[in-house]
């Protein structure tokens, strides 16, 4: 049942088809707060995976948004996007200034409200990525401008984390096939495992607004093998962890303890740049980098060292 504070204004489903999005425009009330949001709530929404079909799925779905739209959530949900921002994505200031007219709610005509920026669309598609739920309207008269302009607008809601991770930039098809060329082998615990989650070897908080995440369906096994390795969520949430230390002390990340780097060593390498494309070379040789490569020329080091007689 739909909550009775929900007012559904228009049964008839909003779309934005370039984007193969679909609204439906509500009215939202907190009489206790004397708040009311008009607003239009995605329905079908590729990048968290909202695709509500029946009438049944509608009003849970909009409960639950109108919980976490309750004004008296603002405020944590703010804080959480602030320490987002500033633990992920460093790097991506021009991206965070859209969000920091967008956060503020409401409709924002993209002439007049956000930014200037040639590519704003980028930066939504960014932000979308990011897991922030965003609507759009083509054609809403901006009184302003004085003419129809697209205008965006953010829900205040928990980002869209699929699997924990909120970089789901493939399909599911494209997940399927990484899991399988990968052939579900845990590089950490060395053993396959059916629970498993494509990790970028190359870790996100070094991305820049450049380093664009394009993983198309038909990417070939070999991308695949040199792009990805399989680990466990948990493992995942390490990494990020570890990468993220490395990020912000320029000391690389020691694995299962064995301070080994198959190139240059603990310190991150003078020359390489921190964040975008170029930094990726500074990842290199670092155990979580690539968690099988460290294992195999770890080994070769051993052998070498029972080769000359000084092990085994
Ligand atoms: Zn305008
Ligand atoms: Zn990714």
């Not at 615990?189 to 870790?203: A, G, I, M, T, V």
Request: proline share 4%.
């Amino acid at each position: 049942m739909l909550n009775k504070n929900i007012t559904i204004l228009d049964e008839k489903r909003k779309t934005h088809s370039k984007a193969s999005e679909e609204y439906i425009s509500v009215k939202f009330e907190y009489p206790d707060l004397s708040k009311v949001f008009e607003i239009w709530v995605p329905v079908e929404y590729r990048r968290t995976g909202v695709s509500i079909k029946t009438n049944e799925e509608l009003n849970e779905f909009l409960n639950k948004v109108y919980e976490d739209m309750n004004p008296n959530n603002y405020e944590e949900w703010l804080e959480v996007q602030e320490k987002f921002w500033k633990d992920e994505k460093p790097g991506a200031g021009v991206t965070k200034s859209f969000f920091d007219e967008l956060k503020k709610g409401g409709w924002k005509c993209v002439e007049c409200q956000l930014p200037s920026n040639p590519n704003w669309a980028r930066r939504i598609q960014d932000l979308k990525e990011f897991g922030y739920t965003i609507a759009t309207d083509t054609k809403k008269y901006c009184q302003h401008c004085g003419a129809n302009k697209t205008h965006l607008m953010l829900l205040p809601i928990p980002r869209g984390l699929s699997l924990g991770t909120g970089y789901e930039t493939w399909t599911p098809a494209l997940r399927k096939r990484i899991l399988s060329v990968l052939r579900n082998f845990d590089v950490y615990e060395n053993r396959s495992n059916n629970h498993l989650l494509p990790d970028h070897k190359f870790s996100e908080i070094r991305w820049d607004e450049n380093t664009k995440e394009d993983n198309p369906d038909t990417m070939s096994d070999e991308e695949i093998r040199t792009k990805f390795q399989l680990i466990s969520n948990q493992r995942n949430q390490q990494k990020r962890e570890v990468c993220r230390t490395c990020y912000q002390t320029k000391k690389r990340g020691v694995i299962f303890g064995i301070p080994f780097f198959y190139e240059g060593g603990l310190d991150w390498p003078e020359g390489v740049p921190e964040k975008g494309k170029d930094a990726e070379k500074g990842c290199i040789g670092c155990g979580w980098y690539d968690i099988e490569k460290w294992r195999k020329e770890l080994v070769k080091v051993l052998d070498e060292l029972k080769n000359e007689g000084e092990v085994f």
